[in-house]
């Protein structure tokens, strides 16, 4: 079955330092993977996805993240952190064919970012 | 904006009452998902639905169930709450008609349910 899995649920950065979150998928088959962010109080918004068409993917806030089949990981970077980065990051998959698309989510990161 | 509702937004009840917990988009979105988040825990998908009367389960649907009579309303309701189903429910529909798989899901802000 396709799943992620994020290492690491907590993660402390100071301002200014790289932001590296991680994630892994198990997959049998080429895999759709997303990242999410969920700020405090608030639903999720979509960071990022990868649909196969190329390695790097930029998203919205100067994040990244690049497909590594070889290592299977999906891993979340970005150069220099801000304060208003901190929240909680979660990563998912795609699972299913058409009628039965949904999106299986890995237990989330929440990084903190300290003047 | 996708323009999805969640209701109610807060809500604490007693265990063994029922619960239905409303999600309203006004975008005539054909797939609709509810998802629970617990610590440590993440994101579980509860129950989603393709279309008016097709609903499937996800990873954690016992205690719930759902219906979508129209495109616009997706009710999760919970016949006898427990304390276990104390949780912050999200819905959420996903945009777009491109390849399965590659489409984007948009989240309500969530309704947060205490179980007493």
């Known amino acids: 079955a396709q799943s992620v899995t994020q290492l690491g649920s907590h993660v402390s950065v100071s301002e200014g330092a790289l932001v590296l979150l991680r994630c892994n998928y198990s997959?049998?088959?080429?895999?759709?993977l997303f990242w999410y962010v969920q700020y405090p109080n608030q639903g999720l918004q979509l960071l990022l996805k990868y649909t196969s068409a190329a390695t790097l993917v930029k998203g919205i806030n100067g994040f990244e993240a690049e497909f590594k089949k070889s290592e299977t990981s999906f891993h979340l970077t970005k150069p220099s952190a801000h304060m208003s980065d901190a929240a909680e990051y979660f990563c998912a998959v795609s699972v299913g064919s058409y009628n039965t698309d949904k999106l299986i989510f890995g237990t989330g990161t929440r990084l903190q970012v300290f003047p | 904006d996708a323009g999805i509702t969640q209701s109610p937004r807060h809500k604490v009840t007693e265990t063994g009452t029922p619960v239905t917990l409303r999600c309203h988009q006004t975008?005539?979105?054909?797939?609709m998902y509810w998802y629970r988040q617990d610590p440590g825990h993440g994101l579980r998908l509860i129950h989603y639905?393709?279309?008016?009367?097709?609903?499937d389960k996800g990873e954690v649907s016992d205690g719930y169930s759902v219906s979508r009579s129209k495109t616009e309303d997706f009710l999760l309701t919970l016949e006898s709450a427990t304390s276990s189903q104390t949780s912050v429910y999200f819905c959420a529909i996903k945009q777009g008609t491109g390849t399965a798989g590659a489409n984007v899901l948009t989240f309500g802000a969530g309704s947060r349910l205490t179980v007493l």
């Open positions: 639905s393709y279309g008016v009367k097709d609903t």
């Open positions: 997959s049998s088959v080429p895999p759709y």
């Open positions: 975008e005539n979105h054909r797939y």
